[in-house]
């Protein structure tokens, strides 16, 4: 289950959901499915505590909380790595953001809801001795946009943390969508490129065909005959210089009467 592409998945869930927890768990199992590739959790947390002084929270730092988070996802998908995106992600805004990420570099999105209630978020932030303000939690989950409003926006694993039942299955089975995803966007570029490959060919044989057509009419004129050795070498030039198949007949024709003019100081009709 080697691959060479790397790609993205946004976590998305209540503050104390357990997101941090299955993301370690997460980047155990890619980095034992996928062997050459190098897993980075990336936790805003940690760029907010480097910029905010003291324990307070700092909403006027957000923006840039935000903008120095999507960097560094950037920035270690560009390297190769894949990336997991712990962070509470509740905005579909948010995750659109992530996606945008990823379709910029080509890359496979996949989206993680951990699904843990409320009322257990509340209790897990209470025996953690109430890291986050129980309000703060309250007010998250009334904002929540729970992936109603797009089709893009559908979760590829939904996962209640608060029932750890078969979380090792969910996991392989999710792990094998990846792999099945990756496996068809390979086969895709395959027959993408076999296609530009045979438009290609197509091309090169009808600029072959038609340039060659006007050649030997000029050559049937005795003046012109003279060139010949010219010509031939100045067709060949020409098809090396109009390779890209963006030329329909009458431009190819158009234009390699035109080049020739130029180059021999002729007529031709």
Known sequence: MQ???NFLICLAG??????????QKLKVELRNTFQNKEIKIVDPDIIRKSLIKGEEFDHTKEQIVREKNLLEIRNLLKNGFIVISDDLNYYSSMRHDLRAIAKDLNLLFFVVYISTPLDICIQWNEKRGKPIPNEVIYKINCKFDYF????????????DLSKPKNIDKKITKFLLKINRELKRKRIAKKVKQAEVKRTYKTYHEKLDSLTRKIVAELLQDPHNRKNKNKIIRLRRIFIKDNLSPKLTDSKIQKRFKNFLKKKLNIEIK
Request: no cysteine.
């Open 3 to 5: 691959n060479k592409k």
């Open 14 to 23: 209540l503050p104390a959901s357990g997101k941090s927890t299955f993301a």
């Open 148 to 159: 109603v409003k797009y089709d893009w926006d559908t979760p590829d694993l939904i996962f």
